[in-house]
Every structure is written in structure tokens, then in C-alpha cells.
């Protein structure tokens, strides 16, 4: 494929445009005592002349230069890329919602946008079992740092002066550890036993009063349930240090379990994840923070509350402040309120059963090939190493490049990094047998021709519009725009 896509305006040809824009009927008076001159332009805008089928053949063809989960497979483990119901985006586009300006905030005005706010905030305390939410933060990173903060707060409030560690496992997922160090905490590390999870013994030597809390990914970065919860949870709370769940994988849990059940008194929620909304280029995102009833009156400020069906913000007296202009990303909440109204309670459960589902039978199709280094209890997504497959030369990193040219996204690779050679696989729920067959089989194709066609495998992809980058470079020297002669 060509991977040189003009952009517009080098198809630009004097006259083609078809399209006449409507006069300007903006009224003199805006124009002349309401927009500052230096805001207005004073000639014609410098539109590219192209006809409409240029235009719909460009950004159609570029709308599949990259891989994106309406194309095709996106088993992307930790990161979840889960399907997006076109009806989020239909309802979220309704007008009555998208054109709701930031700075509409008279109550009154906005009663219909407060009650998505609450009842989703409601929703989400029923499905963590927590009893109060906070919608603000743009990401799960972002929801763990306000956890943090609320952490923080808490010890200030209880007058907890020794307060200086959070415990994370060593398979956390790197938000947390820097979340910590944002937060003002240190980190001790606990190790992982023998079956993937925390080493109690080891938690042991490590929790005294200098705790402040403990984050654990249930389940956690390895796909696995964390089962020691209680005996973990206990020795915490025993030095008065809190509980975060990094609830970046509730998706495997809704509706059969939840944090406050488990004994967490925090937890973020990645909505991408779990909640269907979209994910990627950055955000915008949305991880809301739950918390239980000793921390409620710390969350950041305002809140949503309603009195007699009317709905209004709130002030709280101890919060931690605001951290998010406006509200929150409203779009992506709503996308979210929209998944979990469509699906109900029980089909709420039955997607994350759907999603075990999955995950189990791709692993154990692999299993025959593969190595899963820690296999007991896998939940929504489980970790293979290629380590037996390196010796023969093919690296995780030649594995998942190949994956490109049967056009799937390359699963995770190298993360969590307690596994050598680790591919992280999340199949999401979404995926039919067939699919799950066809990427079995594929994976099998690269293991069995390993000795034949080491060359080639070691050059893909060969059949993506791009081809091997230096990911080193592309990440550090990151340059998206067009110069002019940009290939
Ligand atoms: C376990 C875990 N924690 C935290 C995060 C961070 O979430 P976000 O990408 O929304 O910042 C992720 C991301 O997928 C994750 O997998």
C-alpha cells in the first residue's frame, strides 16, 4: 500500500471545489462590538479545492491506514481496546447533549445533563459497592493520583503523621508506581509468589506504621484473581492504611464481586475498560474514583446530589479540590451511562462472564504451544511466553509484528515484566469463536514455521502501510506534522 497519503491540499486544483460556503449572516453588530478584530479574518479562508469524492475517498482510506477495533482483532492485553456500541456515539450526539456549552452551569438550565451525572455516579457506587463517586478525572492514571490524594487527606484528617509508603506489587502496572511519587509517597515493592500473586510473607516483612496504603490491580496484571484479598486487606487496614484497587480490570468482575465486598476502600474505574466508551490518541478519557464512606467527604469538588428529583451541585467542605476543568469529559460519561442503561444489571454480568469465557478458551488453545507460566485462575486476559520460541530465534516482539500482517493488533508484549517474553492476550467478550479460532491458528502458523521462514518473520510487517519502525525514535523524535514532504 502506499504509504505517501496526500493530504487535501496537495489535491487542491483552482475552481473544483464544488461546495459555495453560505454568506456570512452574522450580524454586523456581533461582528463589530462582541468578537475582539483581532479574531476576525478579513479574506477568503484558503479552503482546498477538491471535489466531494476526493474528500470522502481521503478519509476513507485513511480512516484504515491505522488498526482500529471496527476493522478487525484488537487482543490488546492490560489496555483493553473493547468494542464501542454505535448506540453510545448516537445517543452521546443527540443535540440536546452535545451542544450543551461547558459554561452552561445555571442548575436549572442543565437538569437532564445533572441526572446523567448522578444516576451514572449511582450506578457506579452500585456496581463497586462504594458510596460515593467522583467523575472527574480524564483517565484511570489521573483517578489513581486523586485515590492517592485521598489517601493523603485522610491521613492528614486522622492526624496519621508517620505515614510514608504505598505497597505495590512488582506486576503493577507503571501508572502506579509514578502516580505514588506524584502523590508525594514512596513505593515498596512487594514480590509476587510462586502462583502470581502478592507474596504474603513477603507483605508481611513490609507492612508497619509507615504505611499508608497498598494499590492492587484486581485481578491483577497477570489476569489472575488475587485471593489472598481478605488476609491482604486485614493487614493493611491493621496499621490504618487504605486499600486502592486499580480498577483498571473490573471488567472481569462486574456483577459477580465487588472492591467494597473484597474489603478496598478506593477504587478507579478506566470507563474505556469496562464501560465501552473509546480509548486512544490520548483521551479523552474518563476514571472515576469511588470511595466508601470514610473517605466520601474528601472527593473532589463539586458533586452531584438531588433533592426531591432536583439535581444540583455540591461543595464539599474537605475535598481535595477540583481536579478537572469543568466536570469532567461529559461525552465519554455519558457514552458510559448509555453502555450500562443498554445492557442492565444482568447483562452487565453476563459480559464480564463472556469475557472469562474468552480468555480461557484462547489460552487454553494456545497452552498447546505456548507456555503460560502462570495458568491457575486466569480471569479476562492471561500472559504467554515466547521464551521457548526465542531460542529457535523469534522473539515476542518478531511474534506480535507478525500478527500486523494477518491483520490483528499486536497483543502486549514485555509487561508485566515478571514473565520473560511475555504476549499479554485480552480476546474482550465481544469476539465469536471464529475469531478466536482464526488468531489460534495463526499463532500456531508462526510457531510451527519458525525453522523455515525465520528470515522473513524477522522482517515483518510486511503488508501494513507502514513497515518496522525504530520504535525508539518514533517514540522520542514523535513528529505528526506535515511539512510539506512528510512520507
Ligand atoms: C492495570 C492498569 N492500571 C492503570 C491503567 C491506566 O489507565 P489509563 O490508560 O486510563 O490512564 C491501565 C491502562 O490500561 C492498566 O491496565
Not at 108 to 116: F, N, P, T, Y
Not at 237 to 255: F, K, P, R
Not at 342 to 367: D, F, H, P, R, W
Request: with cysteine; glycine share 6%; aromatic share 10%.
Amino acid at each position: 500500500m502506499d504509504n505517501s497519503t496526500p493530504i487535501l491540499f496537495t489535491l487542491s486544483k483552482d475552481s473544483r471545489a464544488p461546495f459555495k460556503a453560505p454568506e456570512n449572516k452574522i450580524n454586523s453588530y456581533v461582528l463589530e462590538n462582541i468578537i475582539d478584530n483581532k479574531y476576525l479574518r478579513y479574506k477568503d479562508a484558503e479552503l482546498p479545492q477538491v471535489s466531494e469524492s476526493q474528500v470522502v475517498r481521503h478519509f476513507t482510506n485513511l480512516s484504515v491506514k491505522n488498526h482500529h477495533v471496527d476493522k478487525n482483532f484488537y487482543p490488546l492485553g492490560s489496555c483493553t481496546m473493547k468494542y464501542n456500541p454505535k448506540i453510545n456515539d448516537k445517543i452521546a450526539m443527540l443535540s440536546n447533549f452535545a451542544q450543551i456549552h461547558p459554561n452552561q452551569i445555571d442548575e436549572k438550565s442543565i437538569q437532564g445533563i445533572l441526572e446523567v451525572y448522578y444516576n451514572l455516579g449511582k450506578y457506579l457506587c452500585e456496581i463497586t459497592g462504594m458510596h460515593k463517586v467522583t467523575l472527574q478525572p480524564s483517565a484511570g492514571s489521573q483517578g489513581e493520583l486523586v485515590g492517592l490524594l485521598l489517601m493523603k487527606k485522610y491521613h492528614e484528617m486522622n492526624n496519621n503523621k508517620d505515614k510514608k509508603y504505598i505497597i505495590i506489587p512488582k506486576t503493577a502496572h507503571g501508572t502506579n508506581p509514578a502516580s505514588v511519587i506524584m502523590s508525594g509517597y514512596l513505593v515498596k515493592q512487594v514480590q509476587s509468589d510462586e502462583r502470581g500473586r502478592v507474596c504474603i510473607k513477603h507483605l508481611k516483612e513490609l507492612v508497619d506504621n509507615e504505611t499508608a496504603g497498598m494499590m492492587l490491580t484486581q485481578p491483577n496484571t497477570l489476569g489472575l484473581f488475587e485471593d489472598n484479598i481478605d488476609e491482604i486487606c486485614s493487614m493493611i487496614h491493621s496499621v490504618d492504611g487504605l486499600m486502592y484497587m486499580d480498577g483498571a480490570n473490573l471488567n472481569a468482575l462486574v456483577g459477580m464481586v465487588n472492591p467494597s465486598k473484597m474489603g478496598f476502600d478506593i477504587t478507579h474505574i478506566n470507563l474505556h475498560k469496562t464501560f465501552s466508551t473509546p480509548h486512544g490518541g490520548g483521551g479523552p478519557g474518563a476514571g472515576p474514583v469511588a470511595v466508601n464512606q470514610k473517605l466520601s467527604n474528601y472527593l473532589p469538588t463539586p458533586i452531584v446530589e438531588c433533592d426531591e428529583s432536583v439535581f444540583y451541585f455540591k461543595d464539599l467542605e474537605h475535598s481535595i479540590g477540583k481536579v478537572h476543568t469543568f466536570f469532567g469529559n461529559y461525552g465519554v460519561l455519558l457514552r458510559a451511562y448509555v453502555y450500562i442503561l443498554s445492557l442492565g444489571k444482568e447483562g452487565l454480568k453476563e459480559v464480564s462472564q463472556k469475557a472469562l469465557l474468552n480468555a480461557n478458551y484462547l489460552k487454553t488453545l494456545l497452552m498447546e504451544f505456548y507456555d503460560v507460566p502462570y495458568s491457575e485462575g486466569t480471569m479476562h486476559e492471561f500472559v504467554i511466553s515466547a521464551e521457548k520460541q526465542k531460542k529457535k530465534g523469534m522473539k515476542a516482539f518478531d511474534i506480535a509484528k507478525n500478527l500486523l500482517d494477518f491483520g490483528f493488533h499486536s497483543p502486549t508484549v514485555y509487561f508485566p515484566i515478571n514473565i520473560p517474553e511475555s504476549i499479554m492476550i485480552e480476546p474482550t467478550e465481544t469476539e465469536t469463536k471464529e475469531t478466536l479460532d482464526l488468531f489460534c491458528e495463526k499463532m500456531k502458523y508462526l510457531n510451527d514455521n519458525i525453522a523455515q521462514k525465520l528470515e522473513y518473520f524477522k522482517d515483518a510487517p510486511h503488508h501494513t502501510p507502514i513497515r518496522k519502525l525504530d520504535e525508539a525514535k518514533a517514540n522520542r523524535e514523535l513528529d505528526v506534522k506535515w511539512n510539506g514532504n512528510n512520507k
